[in-house]
C-alpha cells in the first residue's frame, strides 16, 4: 500500500447510501404522462444535443462573443431544447421553479464525461418525453455517475411507457431491461411487471392543456417542415424522426 491520504472511489465511497438517494430519487422525481408520451413522443425533432443554432428564420448562425477575449464562436444546442420539451410536456405552471434539472435516461453511461454521448446527439432521443424525467438539481449527479440509478431510472422508463431506447449504442443495456430484470433496490412504487401500469409518485396528469400544446406542437413543425426559405431547417431529418415515430401531422 501507497503512503499518503487513501480516498476511495467516489461512486464506492457513495455505494452503502445509495438506497437513500434512491428514495429521494422515487419521492421527488417528475416524470411525463404515459399519455403524453404517446400522442407526441419527439418534441422537437429538429434538434440534438451540439446541433447549430439558427434563428427563428433558419439564415443566420447565432454566435457568442465573450467579454474578456473578444472572440466570437458559433452557439450549438445544449440541452435548452431538451428543457423546454419537457417543460411543456409536464405542463409545468409558471412561474418556472428554480434548481431542476433534466436528465436524460439513455444518456451518459461514462461517469467520467470523457467521451460524448451519442444518444443525446441524435434526434430521435434528445427531445423523447420518455427518455427525460425531471429532478432536484442536487440530484442531477447521481444519475449521470451512478450506473445502479440510470438502470433504475430505465427499468421504470420502460415499464411506465412501454419504451427502450434502441439506439446501438446502448443495446447491451437495453436488452437487459426488456428481459424483465429488475435492480435491486428498485422503488416500490414505481412500475414493473408485478405492478403494470402504476404511475410513479410525481407522475405528471394528462390534461386537455396538454393535448392543445401537442396540436400546438404538430401544426409548428409541419408549418416548418413546408416552408421553403428557411434555408439550414433539417427537413429530411425531421421527416426521419417522425417517421421513426410514427408520427402523423395531420
Given at each position: 500500500?501507497?503512503?499518503?491520504?487513501?480516498i476511495p472511489d467516489?461512486n464506492e465511497a457513495?455505494?452503502?447510501?445509495?438506497?437513500?438517494?434512491?428514495?429521494?430519487i422515487?419521492?421527488?422525481?417528475?416524470?411525463?404522462?404515459?399519455?403524453t408520451?404517446?400522442?407526441?413522443?419527439?418534441?422537437?425533432?429538429?434538434?440534438?444535443?451540439?446541433?447549430?443554432?439558427?434563428?427563428?428564420g433558419?439564415?443566420?448562425?447565432?454566435t457568442?462573443?465573450?467579454?474578456?477575449?473578444?472572440v466570437?464562436?458559433?452557439?450549438?444546442?445544449?440541452?435548452v431544447?431538451?428543457?423546454?420539451?419537457?417543460?411543456?410536456?409536464?405542463?409545468?405552471a409558471?412561474?418556472?421553479p428554480k434548481?431542476w434539472t433534466?436528465?436524460h435516461i439513455?444518456g451518459y453511461?461514462?461517469?467520467?464525461?470523457a467521451?460524448?454521448?451519442?444518444v443525446?446527439?441524435?434526434?430521435?432521443y434528445?427531445?423523447c418525453?420518455?427518455?427525460?424525467?425531471?429532478?432536484?438539481?442536487?440530484?442531477?449527479?447521481?444519475?449521470?455517475?451512478?450506473p445502479?440509478?440510470?438502470?433504475m431510472?430505465?427499468?421504470?422508463?420502460?415499464?411506465?411507457?412501454g419504451?427502450?431506447?434502441e439506439?446501438?449504442?446502448v443495446a447491451?443495456?437495453?436488452?437487459?431491461?426488456?428481459?424483465?430484470?429488475?435492480?435491486?433496490?428498485?422503488?416500490?412504487?414505481w412500475?414493473?411487471?408485478?405492478r403494470p401500469?402504476?404511475l410513479p409518485?410525481?407522475?405528471?396528469p394528462?390534461?386537455?392543456?396538454?393535448a392543445?400544446?401537442?396540436?400546438?406542437?404538430k401544426?409548428?413543425?409541419?408549418i416548418?417542415?413546408?416552408?421553403?426559405?428557411?434555408l439550414?431547417?433539417?427537413?429530411?431529418?425531421?421527416?426521419?424522426?417522425?417517421?421513426?415515430?410514427?408520427i402523423e401531422?395531420?
Open positions: 500500500m501507497t503512503d499518503g491520504f487513501y467516489g457513495l455505494r452503502d447510501d445509495i438506497p437513500a438517494v434512491v428514495e429521494l422515487e419521492r421527488t422525481a417528475r416524470w411525463v404522462n404515459p399519455e408520451f404517446r400522442r407526441l413522443p419527439v418534441w422537437a425533432p429538429h434538434t440534438a444535443r451540439g446541433r447549430p443554432l439558427y434563428d427563428a433558419w439564415t443566420r448562425r447565432y457568442n462573443t465573450r467579454k474578456a477575449t473578444g466570437t464562436a458559433e452557439k450549438f444546442e445544449g440541452n431544447a431538451a428543457l423546454q420539451a419537457l417543460v411543456a410536456a409536464l405542463d409545468v409558471s412561474p418556472k434548481n433534466v436528465c439513455w453511461d461514462d461517469p467520467s464525461f467521451q460524448q454521448s451519442s443525446v446527439q441524435d434526434p430521435r434528445f427531445s418525453v420518455a427518455n427525460m424525467v425531471w429532478l432536484p438539481t442536487p440530484l442531477k449527479g447521481f444519475t449521470d455517475t451512478l445502479e440509478i440510470k438502470a431510472l430505465r427499468v421504470c422508463a420502460f415499464h411506465l411507457y419504451w427502450v431506447c439506439h446501438p449504442s447491451e443495456q437495453a436488452a437487459k431491461v426488456t428481459s424483465g430484470w429488475i435492480p435491486d433496490g428498485y422503488p416500490k412504487s412500475p414493473s411487471p408485478d401500469g402504476v409518485p410525481g407522475t405528471a394528462f390534461s386537455e392543456r396538454i392543445r400544446e401537442i396540436a400546438k406542437r401544426r409548428k413543425i409541419k416548418d417542415i413546408e416552408n421553403a426559405t428557411f439550414h431547417y433539417p427537413k429530411e431529418e425531421v421527416l426521419g424522426v417522425l417517421k421513426f415515430w410514427g401531422l395531420g
